[in-house]
């Protein structure tokens, strides 16, 4: 069961094998000055609340993380953002229902943004996470 600093790099590196060869993969802390031209999504990630989930012996006890992904996805805007259309479905389809390195993703949605004010189209891919640590 992961540490938290375990999950933050099982987390980037689970999106970054699965997603690299199709686009540049930005972090949610690179400078939003050094937008590409071409399609790009930035990847971050945020946790919201934890809990112990079980109360057992010492080194027994379960705590449970959650948190949220986001992953926007951008596309120079052309066709009706088909394209940002089909990058936001292939990220459903790699964290619907998926269990890597022991986080759980769930809840994965689109929400989208459209015209970004900057000739990309956006989509938001939101992902909810869990992971257990056991102290």
């Avoid at 970054?16 to 540049?24: C, G, H, N, Y």
């Avoid at 400078?31 to 790009?40: A, L």
């Avoid at 936001?88 to 229902?97: D, P, Q, T």
Wanted: no cysteine; net charge negative; aromatic share 14%.
């Amino acid at each position: 069961m992961p540490t938290y600093s375990e999950a933050v790099i099982d987390m980037i590196e689970f999106f970054d094998t699965q997603w690299a060869s199709r686009t540049l993969v930005l972090q949610g802390t690179d400078d939003p000055r050094d937008i590409p031209n071409d399609s790009f999504v930035r990847f971050n990630f945020l946790h919201t609340v934890g809990n112990q989930a079980s109360i057992g012996s010492p080194n027994a006890n379960i705590f449970r993380s959650f948190g949220i992904i986001t992953i926007q996805v951008f596309n120079p805007q052309s066709n009706y953002g088909i394209k940002v259309r089909d990058f936001a479905s292939a990220i459903l389809e790699l964290y619907n229902g998926t269990v890597d390195s022991e986080i759980h993703y769930y809840n994965a949605r689109v929400n989208e943004v459209g015209n970004d004010g900057n000739g990309f189209n956006q989509s938001n891919v939101v992902i909810e996470f869990y992971y257990d640590n056991i102290t």
